[in-house]
């Protein structure tokens, strides 16, 4: 297996450790003086046991949310990950034997530079962000979550994709000896999930690998996942082994499960039902007497993200191509 | 067969996974109702309403194969308990989903098509409930036997319900899909319909 960095960084971009401690110092003093965020400290409740990391070096990127975000618990513990098993607190309860470490995600199709990385290779020298976005699911529930990631457009643009990549595809790893709901043909695996070129590049959408300061729970799709936060939640493939340039649309899984009901672009619209229930509002979980009385709240078209991704789609029937 | 030790025993069993619920909505017992408990209590409260309706309709069988005739004095108290739980299932959905929304009620009635079947299942089975009673068993006769067969529509709204709102993994659904076929098809083998339909054949 080939193992390397992308061959275009160059080493005057790569911080060495005196200057990337010293700008910690230097971010940290800031902080401490209120000029810039950092992110939120560790939840002191992470679970003993598992093996959630601290990210180093984060700061506070742009487009959060002030919302309250909600507990780490309600976060890891309340997740559709089918790999995993279908109920809610499935992939919390089944996914202790996955592995998300060492981990490589292969880079193919149409770019100059392709090949296998591991995720330092693969995310080194850009800066982690800290964004607190909104996530909405397809089920009509929302939560508010602080990711922690990295633009990517800027992970992309380093691969230089060449003019035919309109579309970049992702794969989630298949493994059912680590993954129980894989072992059934629920969905068919492994799950695929994809974004055109303009969607992938536009600096709301992460590659996350972290929440709350620390890395990605298992269950929340370790070591890497990607966040759309104007679409639905299952646009946020997870634990991606595969990032594919490709001059076409790749099939996606629910699509392929359910064309009627999961299109391609699975952005966030009130006006535009599922078949089977409405859009119009949603849940937010976590609100309201320990959530026994979660408050419905009305969406927001493209999740609120209007501003920053709504002239993707001028011209586009979102009715049709939903 | 002591019927005055079973009935009490069934009838505790029956309410069992209410005072479950209400335990671990009250945090006593775990595991708790995790990050969405509306959804838990709908769906709990759901699934225990088909699964009384599928014990009602095991009664009859159960009585005919086990030569057991006794066993239709239970009969009645599942299917009053199936009735509660049909009840209280879209009673949390209004009440903690939709927060007494009646303009997102009326919608989800006639737009959620999921929505209309189980309506369609609590309706059918009103009257059922109205004349379970011994007078209304009396009164009616033999059109109360004809009446009460409401409950074969009913399971399969029920059943065709719970298929319909899940969204990938329809194995649970299947299995009560399954059982309920079975439970029809029983009866349809014993009953002269089969006969007049397969005479000569």
């Known amino acids: 297996m080939l193992i390397r960095k992308p061959a275009d960084i160059p080493t005057s971009e790569i911080t060495s450790e005196s200057t990337y401690l010293n700008r910690r110092s230097v971010i940290a003093g800031l902080a401490a003086t209120g000029l810039v965020g950092t992110s939120r400290a560790a939840p002191d409740h992470l679970e003993t046991g598992t093996a959630q990391k601290e990210l180093p070096g984060v700061t506070s990127g742009p487009f959060s949310t002030d919302e309250p975000p909600n507990s ?143 890395t990605l729970p298992n269950q929340n799709g370790a070591p890497l996942r990607l966040i759309v936060p104007w679409k639905y939640g299952f646009k946020g493939i997870k634990s991606i082994v595969s990032i594919r340039l490709q001059e076409s649309p790749p099939s996606t899984s629910w699509n392929i499960a359910a064309p009627r009901e999961y299109g391609f672009y699975a952005n966030v619209n009130p006006e535009v039902d599922h078949p089977r229930w409405s859009q119009a509002t949603e849940r937010r979980i976590g609100s309201g007497f320990s959530g026994l009385f979660a408050r419905r709240i009305p969406t927001q078209m493209f999740n609120g993200y209007g501003e920053q991704v709504a002239q993707l789609y001028s011209g586009l029937d979102l009715r049709r191509n939903y | 067969m002591n019927t005055r030790v079973y009935k009490p025993l069934l009838f505790a069993a029956c309410l069992a996974p209410v005072i479950w619920l209400v335990l671990r909505i009250a945090g006593v017992l775990q595991p708790g109702l995790g990050a969405n408990p509306a959804e838990e209590i709908q769906d709990e409260l759901g699934v225990w309403a088909l699964r009384l309706l599928l014990a009602t309709l095991c009664v009859t069988p159960a009585a005919r194969l086990l030569k057991k005739p006794r066993l239709y004095r239970f009969r009645r108290m599942l299917g009053l308990y199936a009735f509660f739980y049909c009840m209280l299932h879209p009673l949390a959905y209004f009440l903690l989903d939709l927060q007494l929304d009646f303009a997102h009620l009326g919608e989800d009635l006639l737009a959620r098509t999921f929505i209309t079947v189980g309506m369609g299942a609590v309706l059918l089975l009103i009257p059922l409930a109205i004349t379970s009673t011994r007078g209304w068993q009396r009164r009616l006769g033999r059109r109360w036997n004809r009446l009460h067969r409401l409950i074969y529509p009913a399971a399969v709204l029920a059943c065709w319900h719970f298929y319909w709102q899940v969204k990938a993994d329809t194995a649970e659904p299947l299995l009560y899909c399954a059982i309920l076929a079975l439970l029809l098809g029983i009866r349809f083998w014993w009953s002269p319909l089969r006969g007049r339909l397969f005479r000569g054949g």
């Open chain 1, 72 to 214: 780490y618990e309600d976060i890891t513990t309340y997740n559709n990950y089918y790999e995993f098993g279908t109920g809610k607190d499935d992939p919390h309860r089944n996914s202790g034997a996955f592995r998300p470490e060492p981990w490589t995600v292969r880079v193919e199709g149409e770019a100059e530079v392709t090949g296998e990385f591991d995720v330092e290779g693969l995310l080194s020298g850009v800066g982690l962000e800290e964004r607190v976005y909104r996530m909405r699911c397809v089920e009509a529930w929302s939560m508010i979550i602080p990711w922690v990631g990295v633009p990517l457009g800027e992970v992309l643009k380093r691969f230089r994709p060449t003019s035919r990549a309109k579309y970049v595809a992702f794969q989630t790893v298949f493994r059912p000896d680590e993954m129980p709901g894989q072992r059934r043909r629920v969905l068919r695996w492994p799950y695929v999930e994809g974004l055109t070129m303009e969607e992938a590049t536009n600096p709301l959408t992460l590659l996350a690998v972290g929440v709350y300061g620390v």
